[in-house]
């Protein structure tokens, strides 16, 4: 269930929902609700996902609607609201989204060997170590690698190579 799509469509149907309307935070808020209210109540639900939710809760199950819904109602809440401008907005928060992507990437090789190398019982303090070069790892992947190849200007003989190597890799995965 946690891998099969047909079972995790409807997370990707929100996120296509909210994709489809060019401008989210323009909505008209049923009831008087505002933004703000948005904004918090959608943090609050994901907070509850992290931090009440356990290893052994099925998931995703109803329990996936937890963050679905609460990520969902950060977006429409929009730039505008209290918490998406002052919490979201902030440097730190920007760079961690910068580097989410290389992050998801590193985040579960380096801490799956860990405990392979550290055994099951992994302490907390390993977890910390672990957790801090996954963000080493992910910063060096968008500054090094990432970030030059998103703003290099591209050849011909470099799109050609690039186009060349897809088609190879797609023979092969076939």
Not at 67 to 81: M, Q, Y
């Given at each position: 269930?946690?891998?099969?799509?047909?079972?995790?469509?409807?997370?990707?149907?929100?996120?296509?929902?909210?994709?489809?309307?060019?401008?989210?935070?323009?909505?008209?808020?049923?009831?008087?609700?505002?933004?703000?209210?948005?904004?918090?109540?959608?943090?609050?639900?994901?907070?509850?996902?992290?931090?009440?939710?356990?290893?052994?809760?099925?998931?995703?199950?109803?329990?996936?609607?937890?963050?679905?819904?609460?990520?969902?109602?950060?977006?429409?809440?929009?730039?505008?609201?209290?918490?998406?401008?002052?919490?979201?907005?902030?440097?730190?928060?920007?760079?961690?989204?910068?580097?989410?992507y290389p992050l998801y990437l590193w985040h579960w090789v380096i801490l799956?060997?860990?405990?392979?190398?550290?055994?099951?019982?992994?302490?907390?303090?390993?977890?910390?170590?672990?957790?801090?070069i996954s963000f080493a790892m992910a910063a060096g992947t968008y500054y090094?690698?990432?970030?030059?190849?998103?703003f290099a200007p591209i050849t011909r003989k470099q799109l050609a190579t690039?186009?060349?190597?897809?088609?190879?890799?797609?023979?092969?995965?076939?």
């Amino acid at each position: 269930a946690f891998y099969g799509p047909m079972f995790r469509a409807w997370e990707l149907g929100v996120g296509g929902l909210l994709a489809s309307t060019r401008y989210p935070n323009q909505i008209r808020l049923p009831w008087g609700l505002s933004r703000d209210n948005f904004s918090w109540v959608g943090f609050s639900l994901i907070a509850v996902a992290v931090l009440f939710f356990e290893p052994t809760s099925k998931f995703p199950g109803w329990r996936a609607l937890f963050p679905v819904i609460g990520s969902a109602l950060l977006i429409l809440a929009g730039p505008k609201a209290i918490f998406n401008s002052r919490i979201l907005s902030a440097k730190p928060m920007i760079w961690i989204g910068l580097i989410s992507y290389p992050l998801y990437l590193w985040h579960w090789v380096i801490l799956t060997f860990g405990r392979i190398h550290l055994s099951d019982k992994i302490s907390t303090e390993s977890i910390l170590i672990l957790v801090g070069i996954s963000f080493a790892m992910a910063a060096g992947t968008y500054y090094l690698i990432e970030k030059p190849v998103r703003f290099a200007p591209i050849t011909r003989k470099q799109l050609a190579t690039i186009t060349g190597l897809m088609g190879i890799t797609a023979i092969g995965g076939a």
